[in-house]
């Protein structure tokens, strides 16, 4: 059973930081492209950011410089660590697999954290 659990959503002031962690399956977990997604209002998800099991990332121009994708393959752990934060960052997160896990029902997404950028 496919299982995604993210957290450190919060509310901070643009210019700020926070730091966002998902615990994912332990099955094929070191083999696995992780990726963190977001969905803003009225808008689709996006991928922001990518690592591959090789530890190597990408990211879109919109957060390149700003964001940091990490994972620990010990704890079946993947972070993102966001800086400089812009109220165009405001969605809700949301890390799986890259591509995403998929289940009889369709792709399978965690509860997601939400981000709130704003003064």
């Known amino acids: 059973q496919v299982q995604l659990v993210e957290s450190g959503g919060g509310l901070v002031e643009p210019g700020g930081s926070l730091r966002l962690s998902c615990t994912a399956p332990r099955t094929d977990f070191s083999i696995n492209d992780m990726a963190w997604y977001r969905q803003a209002p009225g808008k689709q998800r996006e991928l922001v950011a990518r690592?591959?099991?090789?530890?190597?990332?990408n990211y879109p121009d919109s957060v390149k410089g700003r964001f940091t994708i990490s994972r620990d393959n010990t704890r079946n752990t993947v972070a993102l660590q966001m800086n400089s934060l812009k109220p165009e960052d405001t969605a809700v997160y949301y890390c799986?697999?890259?591509?995403?896990?998929?289940?009889?029902?369709?792709?399978?997404w965690g509860q997601g954290t939400p981000v709130t950028v704003s003064s």
């Open positions: 799986n697999k890259w591509p995403p896990y998929r289940t009889a029902t369709g792709i399978y």
């Open positions: 690592i591959t099991s090789g530890r190597n990332t």
